[in-house]
């Protein structure tokens, strides 16, 4: 099972591809613009999304994403997440004029386009070579994490979320696991904000670290500008000397 990265970035600048990641050919862990890197071909193949949270740089590129299976014959797409979700993704950006449209269009077969299946905090979804399992996620909206077990790895996304230590701890006790992309958007300095934010900072995250198991590949993603370099010699700092730090790439390549 093959993760690649089509987007990283928290948004800054006006090229940034923003959240999402694709598992194999068929699966994406969020939607933001990252998904819009993708050829035709490659949009038609997704039938599935494993949303974290309603954020728009979360699932921002899911209407470009409908509008290529509508207008290319495309199979529709399966939306798991939590029902709270499915109601502000409804509420909000499927709301907008330019969008109304995509919760009312059918596949080839008369079936609705855009298919939403509520989950909750443990519901395993099953993908094609493994599993995708929804974890506790703590953020200003309702929010989960998820762990994707392939065939000999895995790989745990906390999504944006503060401090949770039920996702690290139920985490650290999947047998296989080996990667874990980690969301800190700033460093140290801007604790105060983070937390309004629902969000980490390096140091809110150490004691959470000590309970990953050693040789884990701990993954940093939503890192731009000025914040990246500080932040990143933080973690480096302060996390444990059997743990791998690094910045997730545009373009990163995850096998499990």
């Not at 990283?8 to 819009?36: F, N, P, Q």
């Not at 077990?149 to 650290?172: I, K, N, Q, V």
């Amino acid at each position: 099972m093959i993760v690649s990265v089509l987007g990283h970035s928290a948004g800054v600048g006006s090229m940034a591809a923003i959240s999402c990641l694709r598992i194999d050919t068929s699966t994406l862990l969020d939607c933001g613009s990252g998904v819009e890197t993708l050829q035709e071909n490659s949009l038609l193949a997704v039938e599935r999304i494993l949303l974290t949270h309603s954020h728009f740089d979360h699932c921002g590129g899911l209407p470009a994403l409908l509008t290529c299976h509508a207008e290319h014959g495309g199979r529709g797409i399966t939306v798991h997440t939590q029902q709270e979700t499915i109601d502000e993704l409804k509420a909000g950006l499927l709301a907008e004029p330019a969008n109304q449209h995509l919760l009312g269009a059918l596949d080839p077969q008369g079936q609705p386009l855009l298919r939403f299946e509520a989950i909750e905090v443990g519901d395993a979804i099953p993908l094609s070579d493994g599993m995708a399992t929804a974890l506790p996620a703590q953020h200003i909206v309702p929010a989960v994490g998820w762990v994707i077990e392939g065939p000999w790895r895995a790989l745990a996304y906390t999504g944006d979320s503060a401090l949770c230590p039920a996702f690290w701890h139920w985490a650290a006790n999947v047998p296989s696991l080996s990667d874990i992309i980690c969301t800190i958007t700033s460093s140290n300095t801007e604790l105060d904000h983070a937390k309004a934010e629902g969000l980490m900072t390096p140091g809110a995250l150490l004691s959470m670290l000590e309970v990953i198991p050693p040789g884990v590949q701990i993954w940093i993603n939503n890192l731009d500008g000025a914040e990246r370099e500080q932040a990143l010699a933080e973690m480096k700092l302060i996390a444990p000397p059997n743990l791998n730090i690094a910045q997730l790439q545009l373009s990163s390549v995850i096998d499990l």
